[in-house]
């Protein structure tokens, strides 16, 4: 069993930087991928990136490389979700959840956190 918290959602202006951070418990936190996604108002739940080991390199989904990057530690099972630039088309309720293995597909992750809002002002 899995638990997530995120933190760091909050109100920023097109151009500004935020850092979303995704806390973990349980003892098995290493062995999973780390995804984030994110949902808008009216939308469907779109995939932002994922890390699945520490140090290595996150996959990105395209639309998103060179402003958002992802990272972990996992001696603090944290995982990070760096983003800079931001338009306001990132305004989203932003989630981290824990799979197996690498995948993009929301249904395929088992565990989720409660979600963390990001609004980006124009």
């Known amino acids: 069993q899995v638990q997530l918290v995120e933190s760091g959602g909050g109100l920023v202006q097109a151009g500004g930087s935020l850092r979303l951070s995704c806390a973990a418990s349980?003892?098995?936190?290493?062995?999973?991928?780390m995804g984030w996604f994110r949902q808008a108002p009216g939308k469907e739940r779109e995939f932002v990136g994922a890390?699945?080991?520490?140090?290595?390199?996150?996959y990105d989904a395209d639309s998103k490389k060179g402003r958002f990057t992802i990272s972990r530690d996992n001696t603090k099972k944290t995982v990070y979700l760096q983003m800079n630039s931001l338009k306001p088309e990132d305004t989203a309720v932003y989630y981290c959840?824990?799979?197996?293995?690498?995948?993009?597909?929301?249904?395929?992750?088992?565990?989720w956190g409660q979600g963390t809002q990001v609004t980006v002002s124009s």
């Open positions: 349980g003892d098995t936190f290493s062995s999973y991928c």
């Open positions: 890390i699945c080991r520490s140090g290595g390199s996150p």
């Open positions: 959840a824990a799979a197996r293995y690498y995948t993009t597909v929301a249904r395929v992750y088992d565990y």
